[in-house]
């Protein structure tokens, strides 16, 4: 079944300690990005990739890491969280650009920073 | 920069009756593209159509219908006899091409009995 998977799906932690939130797709696409979603404000770009060592910053980075080492796998990485990054998480892949190709979206990731 | 401005947040309305859930958008580009995706009360995020700049035409699939008028920047989305099951926040997204996809803030369609 073609599906982008994010790991975990519920995380509560506490502010400063690291996390990475995975995301992982079987569709062979070339884009990948994460968004964040916050009430009143809808999603709001944070990474994008384009293909493997390709990243770039979308609209609200600060706080964020990403790595594409591998087509498959985009990983979210927070190296030190905060409160304000207290979101509902999702990650998307496209066979290509965001203009060109619908995005297929992750499950989603609620995560907690207290 | 895109920019894309859903001013309804919320709407109800009781099943059967239509119901249209506006979007504006903003851009400086010549091409570009327009999407509408729905996130029922489960929380996935389903895409629904995506329209190129080039392509006014209106489309129709079963209950849904898009009215695209780059007149006015906008790609209004329409349910013709709304059913419970569209209870869902609904939105409106564009992109100028390849890397960034601009979202509205959504509006929250809460359909009835």
């Known amino acids: 079944e073609a599906q982008v998977t994010q790991n975990p799906r519920y995380l509560i932690t506490v502010t400063g300690k690291k996390l990475t939130v995975t995301c992982s797709q079987n569709m062979n696409h070339e884009y990948m990005s994460w968004y964040r979603q916050d009430p009143g404000l809808g999603l709001r770009q944070i990474y994008y990739s384009m293909n493997v060592e390709v990243t770039d910053k979308g609209d609200v980075p600060e706080g964020y890491k990403v790595s594409r080492k591998e087509k498959r796998n985009f990983p979210l990485i927070l190296e030190s969280p905060s409160p304000n990054q207290t979101s509902l998480y999702f990650c998307a892949s496209s066979l290509g650009g965001t203009g060109l190709y619908e995005q297929y979206f992750g499950p989603g990731t609620r995560l907690t920073v207290t | 920069a895109q920019k894309v401005t859903q001013a309804q947040t919320e709407i109800s309305v009781v099943e059967k009756e239509d119901v249209t859930l506006d979007c504006v958008y903003e851009t400086r580009d010549t091409t570009y593209y327009l999407f509408w995706y729905k996130q029922p009360p489960s929380g996935e995020l389903v895409f629904l159509i995506r329209?190129?700049?080039?392509?006014?035409q209106n489309e129709i699939s079963g209950r849904y219908s898009w009215n695209f008028q780059k007149s006015t920047s906008s790609f209004n989305f329409t349910i013709t006899a709304s059913q419970v099951v569209d209870s869902a926040v609904y939105f409106c997204a564009s992109s100028s091409g390849y890397s960034t996809l601009t979202f509205g803030k959504g509006t929250m369609l809460l359909v009835s009995p």
């Open positions: 329209r190129n700049s080039f392509d006014e």
